[in-house]
């Protein structure tokens, strides 16, 4: 069978007509071909038209793994294609081999990087090649309990800076203010609460802070 007949057949008639209704552009050389967005190499085509002309593309070009992908994402969650349970079958099956060649061996975009790390800095990337001076292989190894503190901490850090600010608009203006001032939607006694936990000059109204042992 002559596919890119058929497919030139299908542009061609869509070059030559107008549709009412429901369309789709579709590029007459793909952009992963080398197609750009131009008037010229766009066209209308019914959805229909679109779905099999995408079919006809992948067999023109034996595979290639981005019309491949292309037409299996054109299976899913669009009725209007009537596809049957072989055909779209057919083309996820497909696509998955296409995609595990291509990650295999050489063909693989990462084929042939490693991680680094700078020990002083604690950047990671990937490179290809040599080393470079003051890296070391392998990611930097950071323990989960120490980046938990750390987020912990620089949350608790906004956390004060917040509510000193808060702090300092409710001892000048007084809560109803407040919360007219901030859009505060706790209670008071919720708010003193988030005062003495998080603010360092705090002084409740009995003038103890919270916790306060007498002697």
């Known amino acids: 069978m002559n596919y890119n007949k058929i497919y030139q057949q299908i542009i061609e008639r869509a070059k030559a007509r107008q549709i009412d209704g429901y369309n789709e552009k579709h590029h007459i050389l793909p952009r992963c071909l ?53 055909l779209y079958g057919k083309y996820r099956t497909l696509l998955s081999q296409a995609q595990s060649e291509c990650q295999s061996g050489t063909g693989n975009s990462q084929f042939g ?47 004060k800076q917040k509510f000193t600010e808060y702090y300092r608009i409710y001892k000048e203006v007084g809560f109803e203010k407040f919360v007219q001032l901030t859009d505060y939607d706790k209670s008071q006694a919720n708010l003193v609460q988030q005062f003495a936990r998080l603010v360092d000059d705090f002084v409740p109204q009995n003038g103890k802070k919270r916790g306060f042992i007498p002697e």
Request: proline share 3%.
């Open 34 to 86: 080398g197609g750009d967005d131009s008037r010229d190499n766009l066209v209308s085509l019914t959805a229909r038209e679109h779905f099999i002309a995408h079919l006809l593309l992948v067999k023109i070009y034996n595979g290639n793994l981005k019309l491949v992908k292309a037409v299996a994402m054109m299976c899913i969650g669009r009725t209007e294609r009537k596809l049957t349970n072989r």
């Open 113 to 159: 990087t490693r991680w680094i790390h700078h020990p002083l800095t604690k950047e990671d990337k990937k490179i290809k090649g040599e080393i470079p001076e003051g890296w070391l292989q392998g990611r930097n190894k950071k323990p989960k309990i120490e980046i938990f503190r750390t987020k912990r901490k620089e949350h608790t850090e906004k956390q």
